[in-house]
């Protein structure tokens, strides 16, 4: 057990390492989040907020928060096509720990990485003008640790089921950026047509976006407004999706690389 | 005493092909043995070396690696086992210390820390003893990605080596090592290998390095074409002979035909006399006929490894098709 822990703690340290010394990876991961919070947030927040009645900055802000906590960890995982095609994933596979320890250590690497991101999305969003309280800013780390965990165990199920990484260039912006749309990171879905709703809720990104925005908005008038349920249905939601992508994923991710 | 590896009637046919890429192939390695594996190009080297190392899974048959089965003990396999991979497996954005204290980590040798500094003193140690015998202590704390191709091969090499693993699996390590670092390289490998009875388990393109073996298994076409010790290898593959010229052509084919001695002679060549048994000491003292030229053709490991396959290649029904060695 102890071995297993070192293990994770190597390979989740090995990937924050890496992120830290990725320069241009580190900059477009600012960067993105803070165009869409500046331009997206501030440009519906000047004409759509007296009509939806809410602030749309710091909707946006929260949506976005959620957004990069779940894609980038999602991302992250996806790096092991990466790993396999360099051939270090091996150097992982033949070590004699868990399979179950290396996904769980990529995971939680990369939420670490995602963490860092959502420091920086915090800090444009304070510096643009989104209200954040002490209060708010406590109930929002444990959530994004949470979220972040779905995102990666959702990774670790799109990777047990492509081959390679130009497969995962075309096939994981198709299943990561409609949920930008279906989860409201940036548009309210409290009403949707029968179809889109479906759609919607079938999207794991929705209970990441609504029980961070649940949390932050808790206790607000505009709740009804811009949340679909509360934290704790979002919360069961999370931790059931995450266990069953997680154990799903690897296994089907290790019966993959061995059985060719 | 129970052999370091045991491999029965393995047999491994990937998904979506008609034949199988290793086919029922039988072989053990002696505990501290020196084991080379060779075969062209798609012979099922690295297909047998996956399996064996755990990477891959068989279609059928049974292997034994440090009397633990691959399959129900996995994890004893592995931690039993280094392997240094065909192609390059280190993480190009860490530092050439980094990857090796990953790797101690992954194996269970030292608990986590983020820093060399926080290291034990056991652990620098170790990292410096292996690094000084490769030549790249320098460069430990050097990102890989500005490694050349060599370095980066010895430092996979001083990483499998942390764990002091019972088998090394080595699949064709000395590619793009300069001679000296290989042979630095297989000094210390011997040494290992009677210091701690480490088995290795080795397969190369270099020939050479196959001829210090204490058994070679040729396959080809994924079964085994000869098993054995290299010079019965070389023994069984291919002739000994006499090369012998005389000025006198005619008087030597007389005395040869008188000594009841099997020869042949190619267009103006010399005449090839089969060795067999005898001593050719006793023959070259038994022809008067004054030689002008006397020579023993005692074939290398590699000249018998090239005849074989050429033959198999034929057998096959494939031309044009030289050996990748």
Known sequence: MKHELNAILAIAYRDFTKFLRDKPRILISFALPALFIGILGGGLQANLADTAGFNFLAFVFVGVLAQVLFQSTASGVISLVEDREQDFSQVMFVAPVSRYSIILGKITGETFVSLAQAAGVIIFGLAVGVSLSFGQFMRLIPAGILVAMLGGAFGILVLANLGNQQRVRQIFPLVIFPQFFLAGVFNPITRLPPFLFILSRAAPMTYAVDLMRGLYYAGAAETDKVVLYHPMTNLLVIVVLTTVFLSLGTILFVRRERNR | MESAVEVQNLVKRYKNSAKNAVDDISFSVERGAFFALLGPNGAGKTTTI????????????????????????????????????????????????????????????????????????????????????????????????????????????????????????????????????????????????????????????????????????????????????????????????????????????????????????????????????????????????????????????????????????????????????
């Open chain 2, 50 to 325: 996956s399996i064996l190392t755990t990477t891959l899974e068989k279609t059928s048959g049974s292997v034994r690696l440090a009397g633990y089965d691959s399959d129900r003990d996995q994890n004893a396999v592995r931690a039993r086992i280094g392997v240094v991979f065909q192609s390059p497996s280190l993480d190009l954005n860490l530092t050439a210390e980094e990857n090796i204290r990953l790797h101690a980590m992954l194996y269970g040798l030292y608990p986590f820390r983020p820093a060399y500094g926080m290291m034990p003193h056991t652990y620098k140690e170790r990292v410096a003893e292996l690094a000084d015998v490769l030549g790249i202590r320098d460069s430990l704390f050097r990102p890989v990605k500005t490694f050349s191709g060599g370095m980066r091969r010895k430092l996979e090499i001083v990483r499998d080596l942390m764990h002091r693993p019972a088998i090394l699996f080595l699949d064709e390590p000395t590619t793009g090592l300069d001679p000296l670092s290989r042979k630095n390289l297989w000094q210390y490998l011997a040494r290992v290998r009677a210091d701690e009875g480490m088995t290795i388990f080795l397969t190369t393109h270099y020939l050479e390095e196959a001829e210090t073996a204490d058994r070679v298994c040729i396959i080809n076409h994924g079964v085994i074409a000869a098993l054995g010790r290299p010079s019965d290898i070389r023994q069984e593959l291919t002739e000994i002979y006499l090369l012998l010229d005389a000025r006198d052509h005619a008087a030597l084919a007389r005395e040869l035909m008188r000594l009841n001695l099997a020869h042949k002679r190619e267009a103006d060549g010399p005449f090839r006399v089969t060795l067999g048994k005898q001593n050719p000491a006793a023959i070259v003292q038994a022809i008067k006929t004054p030689l002008s030229h006397l020579a023993i053709h005692n074939p290398t490991l590699e000249e018998a490894y090239l005849e074989m396959i050429g033959r198999d290649e034929q057998h096959n029904g494939v031309t044009n098709a030289p050996p990748a060695v």
